[in-house]
Nanobody, 114 residues
Framework: QERFVESGGGLVQPGGSLRLACAAN????????MGWYRQTPGNERELVAT???????NYVDSVKGRFTISKDSTQSTAYLQMNSLKSEDTGVYYC????????WGRGTQVTVSA
């Protein structure tokens, strides 16, 4: 059963940066494709970025050029580097395998506000 622990969120001004981290069970990132998801206020949880087990990234249009997904399979950790943050990026960020399992972590809150 996959387990995920997200960290690294916080309050940042528009244009700022944050780096999120996701710790998972050993071996998860070598077996499965991984994804970062977010739930913004008033909306359903949505996919933000994915990285394949081989390390190939993919992004939704709204974060292309601003977010970078990566992983360290030896440490069973995935990352989401978020630059040029906008107010609409505010939300709770989660990691999971892709397609997602039902085993969600608590997420980490990202608030972009002046």
């Amino acid at each position: 059963q996959e387990r995920f622990v997200e960290s690294g969120g916080g309050l940042v001004q528009p244009g700022g940066s944050l780096r999120l981290a996701c710790a998972a069970n050993r071996g998860t990132f070598t077996i499965y494709d991984m994804g970062w998801y977010r739930q913004t206020p008033g909306n359903e949880r949505e996919l933000v970025a994915t990285v394949t087990s081989e390390g190939s990234p993919n992004y939704v249009d709204s974060v292309k050029g601003r977010f970078t997904i990566s992983k360290d399979s030896t440490q069973s950790t995935a990352y989401l580097q978020m630059n040029s943050l906008k107010s609409e990026d505010t939300g709770v960020y989660y990691c999971n395998i892709f397609p997602n399992s039902m085993n969600w972590g608590r997420g980490t809150q990202v608030t972009v506000s002046a």
